[in-house]
Nanobody
Framework: QVQLVESGGGLVQAGGSLRLSCAASGRGVSRLTMGWFRRGQGKDREFVAA????????IYGDSVKGRFTISRENGKNIVYLQMNSLQVEDTAVYYC???????????????WGQGTQVTVSS
C-alpha cells in the first residue's frame, strides 16, 4: 500500500508562487507515476500534472502549462509542484496521486493523499 502526504499549501496573493510537496512511502514507490489533481469549490476534479517514475517525462493540464512545474526527487520519494504566476482561479484543494501507469499520458491516479488547500487572493 502506498501512502502519500502533501504539504506546502497556503494563502498567497495573485502573481505569487508556492511549492507543494508530496512524500510517498510504501512498497515500490520509486516505480510509480505520480502527479497532482485539484478540485476547486463547486468544480469537478481537474488534472494538473504528472511525472514518470524516472522523472524524464512530464505532462500538464492546459490551464497550468507554462506556470507550474512538476519534479521528483527519487532518492527521497518526493514529488514537487512548483506553482508560479498563481491566479485566483488556481484556488483549490490539491491532491497528490500515484499509480502504475507505464506511460505518463495514461496517469489517472490510484492512490491519493489527503489534499492540501491552496488559496490565491486577488
Amino acid at each position: 500500500q502506498v501512502q502519500l502526504v502533501e504539504s506546502g499549501g497556503g494563502l498567497v496573493q495573485a502573481g505569487g508562487s508556492l511549492r507543494l510537496s508530496c512524500a510517498a512511502s510504501g512498497r515500490g514507490v520509486s516505480r510509480l507515476t505520480m502527479g497532482w489533481f485539484r478540485r476547486g469549490q463547486g468544480k469537478d476534479r481537474e488534472f494538473v500534472a504528472a511525472i514518470s517514475w524516472g522523472g524524464g517525462n512530464a505532462i500538464y493540464g492546459d490551464s497550468v502549462k507554462g506556470r507550474f512545474t512538476i519534479s521528483r526527487e527519487n532518492g527521497k520519494n518526493i514529488v514537487y509542484l512548483q506553482m508560479n504566476s498563481l491566479q485566483v482561479e488556481d484556488t483549490a484543494v490539491y491532491y497528490c496521486a500515484a499509480d502504475l501507469a507505464h506511460r505518463v499520458e495514461a496517469f489517472r491516479g490510484g492512490s491519493w493523499g489527503q489534499g492540501t488547500q491552496v488559496t490565491v487572493s486577488s
